[in-house]
């Protein structure tokens, strides 16, 4: 299922806090929507200030790539298909340029779910989902490749997207920006 990022504009910081504060969320193929899924969000100035983002995962369909926006910065929520799960785990680490396993960058029993910051860390452009030769995303500004796990494999971009702070708080929810509790 394709995923949009630059046919239409960024969203404003002003757009997320309408949405975080209770709107209904624009979950769906089309392709000119953004993909926003709703968030169930404590009052704005405190969303503004960077508090953790509750992301209810059963809207996204497998194969999707959702985004949602915390502390400002967007980050990518990519259901991930079998295949896609496997091709990541496929990959001889030898040939990574920021070598990590995939179960590095998933969290346990979940590897259906990736959650990676949604800039290219070359140069921070958005990178456009399900493309590129490995079917993670391609960064059209000067053509870094990510996997599906969200390694670089290919382009200027030095290492992976960045795995943000998340944790499962059920099967179908996560909270971004908040630590996985240890036992
Ligand atoms: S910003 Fe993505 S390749 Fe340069």
């Not at 400002?72 to 001889?92: C, M, Y």
């Not at 779910?113 to 989902?129: E, K, Q, R």
Request: charge should be negative; charged fraction near 15%; aromatic fraction near 8%.
């Amino acid at each position: 299922m394709a995923e949009t990022t630059t046919h239409v504009a960024e969203p404003t910081r002003r757009d997320f806090l309408f949405i975080a504060t209770g709107a209904a969320a624009a979950v769906g193929g089309a392709t000119l929507v953004w993909p926003f899924i709703q968030s169930l969000a404590p009052d704005a100035a405190t969303v503004a200030a960077g508090a953790p983002v509750e992301v209810d995962l059963s809207p996204i369909a497998a194969g999707q790539i959702v985004k949602v926006f915390w502390r400002g910065k967007l980050i990518f929520v990519r259901n991930r298909t079998p295949e896609e799960i496997k091709a990541a785990e496929d990959v001889n680490l030898a040939s990574l340029r920021d070598p990590q396993p995939d179960s590095a960058r998933v969290k346990p029993d979940h590897a259906q779910w990736l959650v990676v910051y949604g800039n290219c860390t070359h140069l921070g452009c958005v990178p456009l989902g399900n493309q590129g030769e490995y079917n993670g995303w391609f960064c059209p500004c000067h053509g870094s490749v990510f996997d599906t796990s969200g390694r670089v494999r290919g382009g200027p971009a030095p290492i992976n997207l960045p795995i943000p702070p998340y944790a499962f708080v059920s099967d179908t929810k996560i909270i971004i920006g908040q630590e996985e509790a240890t036992a």
